[in-house]
């Protein structure tokens, strides 16, 4: 029984691996529809191997059918993430010209269309990649010279030249930045620029701090002691002043007045303590000030209180903690919300007109034939032909019951009943035509010659 067992297995092998060319073409074509791609593609491969020639016509004993392995095995390689391949395998399809002669064609525009965008995609996203490290140095390079400008500001160099200019490399860099993309040499410039942008507002911060301590100290105002009533006080300055004399009397002879002239005091000097420098300002809290100065250059430009913009602006300290810098920032956003609801415009929505069912059905219809299932085709189209008579649908039908003739070894009850539609379908519309790009030579031919019956 064993030694049976084990003859039995020596015979099935060599059957089961000597599968047909035609069986392992049904098998991939079934395992691409399925979504099983890999496996799908290895068996149009073998039956690539055997007959590497497409013919929309080919015959397997009494059976004929419409090999076309390059297409499909095209459909898995696109769906296996490798579109070069896919568009291989299409071109060797076009080449030997028989997909020309199937409903496959007008399918084959849009997949390799498909194949080239994602060809983009993958391009742009491995250039973005690419660009990250320098994206990221540029955003570095312009986030230090915002926390510049805003030593600049505190230092009071916000009205030299060298700040101005520095203004105005930093918005440079800003722009670039914005505009870079994926060039990766753009992002560079950019970081360049807001370099020189920072150095240039150190430098206006620096050229501040020395001229405010080349200003002499001023000396305090010494205070004069008050008059006594009765007496006239003669001020003590260090430029003589004329003295004052007493109003005179009604007597006939004047008589003079004794004038009392305080001791001048001590002046006392005040020693100035230094002043503490800036700390350095992290970038929310560098934003957070730029945000005010936008608010308040807005309120100006709209010709309303800048109150509102100073309260907010007291609140923000340099030694705020993030929760505070929050809340001011979420309280300018909210203010500029309001004055944007000040100018919006009105937006009137047209209504938009509901899609029409019959057009849909066609659609799906189309779908199914220009995928080879004839069948649902034909069932959709009888249904959209029995709820509203169309010459679209009825010619649609006509050239699925024209392939299925094709197809068929009998063939002439499916030719009358394609006649008949297409006569129906001229019926309703004598212009129609069919693109000889989108549809089979033989299928245009036969349309013609309705046509002109």
Same mark, same amino acid.
């Given at each position: 029984?064993?030694?049976?067992?084990?003859?039995?297995?020596?015979?099935?092998?060599?059957?089961?691996?000597?599968?047909?060319?035609?069986?392992?073409?049904?098998?991939?074509?079934?395992?691409?529809?399925?979504?099983?791609?890999?496996?799908?593609?290895?068996?149009?491969?073998?039956?690539?191997? &055997? @007959? +590497?020639?497409?013919?929309?016509?080919?015959?397997?004993?009494?059976?004929?059918?419409?090999?076309? $392995?390059?297409?499909?095995?095209?459909?898995?390689?696109?769906?296996?993430?490798?579109?070069?391949?896919?568009?291989?395998?299409?071109?060797?399809?076009?080449?030997?010209?028989?997909?020309?002669?199937?409903?496959?064609?007008?399918?084959?525009?849009?997949?390799?269309?498909?194949?080239?965008?994602?060809?983009?995609?993958?391009?742009?996203?491995? *250039?973005?990649?690419?660009?990250?490290?320098?994206?990221?140095?540029?955003?570095?390079?312009?986030?230090?010279?915002?926390?510049?400008?805003?030593?600049?500001?505190?230092?009071?160099?916000?009205?030299?030249?060298?700040?101005?200019?520095?203004?105005?490399?930093?918005?440079?860099?800003?722009?670039?930045?914005?505009?870079?993309?994926?060039?990766?040499?753009?992002?560079?410039?950019?970081?360049?620029?807001?370099?020189?942008?920072?150095?240039?507002?150190?430098?206006?911060?620096?050229?501040?701090?020395?001229?405010?301590?080349?200003? +002499?100290?001023?000396? +305090?105002?010494? *205070?004069?002691?008050?008059?006594?009533?009765?007496?006239?006080?003669?001020?003590?300055?260090?430029?003589?002043?004329?003295?004052?004399?007493?109003?005179?009397?009604?007597?006939?002879? $004047?008589?003079?007045?004794?004038?009392?002239?305080?001791?001048?005091?001590? =002046?006392?000097? &005040?020693?100035?303590?230094?002043?503490?420098?800036?700390?350095? *300002?992290?970038?929310?809290?560098?934003?957070?000030?730029?945000?005010?100065?936008?608010?308040?250059?807005?309120?100006?430009?709209?010709?309303?209180?800048?109150?509102?913009?100073?309260?907010?602006?007291?609140?923000?300290?340099?030694?705020?903690?993030?929760?505070?810098?929050?809340? =001011? @920032?979420?309280?300018?956003?909210?203010?500029?919300?309001?004055?944007? *609801?000040?100018?919006?415009?009105?937006?009137? =929505?047209?209504?938009?007109?509901?899609?029409?069912?019959?057009?849909?059905?066609?659609?799906?219809?189309?779908?199914?034939?220009?995928?080879?299932?004839?069948?649902?085709?034909?069932?959709?189209?009888?249904?959209?032909?029995?709820?509203?008579?169309?010459? &679209?649908?009825?010619?649609?039908? %006509?050239?699925?019951?024209?392939?299925?003739?094709?197809?068929?070894?009998?063939?002439?009850?499916?030719?009358?009943?394609?006649?008949?539609?297409?006569?129906?379908?001229?019926?309703?519309?004598?212009?129609?035509?069919?693109?000889?790009?989108?549809?089979?030579?033989?299928?245009?031919?036969?349309? &013609?010659?309705?046509? %002109?019956?």
């Amino acid at each position: 029984m064993k030694r049976a067992l084990v003859l039995l297995l020596f015979v099935a092998l060599p059957l089961a691996a000597a599968e047909k060319w035609s069986d392992a073409y049904n098998r991939g074509i079934d395992l691409v529809r399925a979504g099983k791609y890999q496996a799908g593609a290895q068996a149009l491969q073998r039956a690539i191997d &055997e @007959v +590497p020639q497409e013919n929309a016509t080919a015959r397997v004993r009494d059976q004929i059918f419409t090999y076309t $392995p390059h297409f499909w095995l095209g459909i898995a390689r696109l769906n296996l993430g490798d579109p070069d391949a896919a568009l291989r395998e299409w071109k060797i399809s076009e080449d030997q010209g028989a997909v020309q002669n199937t409903p496959y064609y007008a399918q084959l525009r849009d997949l390799i269309g498909r194949a080239n965008s994602q060809k983009q995609r993958r391009a742009a996203s491995l *250039a973005e990649h690419a660009a990250g490290p320098s994206k990221q140095q540029a955003s570095a390079a312009i986030s230090g010279a915002l926390s510049a400008q805003v030593d600049a500001v505190t230092a009071g160099g916000d009205h030299s030249d060298t700040y101005h200019a520095a203004q105005r490399k930093l918005s440079e860099a800003k722009d670039m930045n914005a505009k870079a993309g994926n060039d990766v040499a753009a992002y560079k410039r950019a970081a360049e620029i807001a370099e020189e942008a920072r150095a240039m507002f150190a430098q206006a911060a620096d050229d501040a701090k020395k001229q405010r301590a080349a200003r +002499p100290v001023k000396q +305090p105002p010494v *205070a004069q002691p008050k008059a006594a009533p009765g007496d006239i006080v003669i001020p003590f300055d260090d430029v003589p002043q004329p003295k004052q004399s007493a109003p005179p009397q009604p007597k006939p002879v $004047p008589v003079p007045v004794t004038q009392s002239v305080p001791p001048p005091k001590p =002046v006392q000097t &005040e020693v100035k303590k230094p002043e503490a420098q800036p700390e350095t *300002a992290s970038e929310d809290f560098v934003n957070a000030q730029l945000a005010i100065q936008a608010y308040r250059r807005r309120l100006i430009a709209m010709k309303l209180s800048v109150a509102d913009a100073q309260r907010i602006e007291r609140q923000l300290k340099p030694g705020s903690d993030a929760k505070t810098i929050r809340r =001011v @920032v979420d309280e300018v956003a909210a203010k500029e919300r309001e004055l944007d *609801a000040r100018k919006a415009p009105e937006v009137v =929505v047209a209504p938009q007109a509901a899609p029409d069912p019959t057009r849909t059905q066609l659609e799906s219809a189309y779908r199914a034939f220009a995928a080879g299932d004839l069948a649902s085709s034909d069932r959709a189209l009888t249904q959209l032909i029995a709820t509203k008579e169309t010459a &679209e649908a009825y010619l649609l039908r %006509g050239c699925a019951r024209y392939t299925q003739a094709m197809l068929s070894r009998n063939a002439d009850p499916l030719l009358a009943s394609a006649t008949a539609d297409m006569q129906s379908a001229l019926r309703l519309n004598r212009a129609l035509q069919l693109d000889a790009t989108a549809w089979s030579p033989k299928l245009v031919a036969f349309f &013609e010659k309705v046509k %002109g019956q």
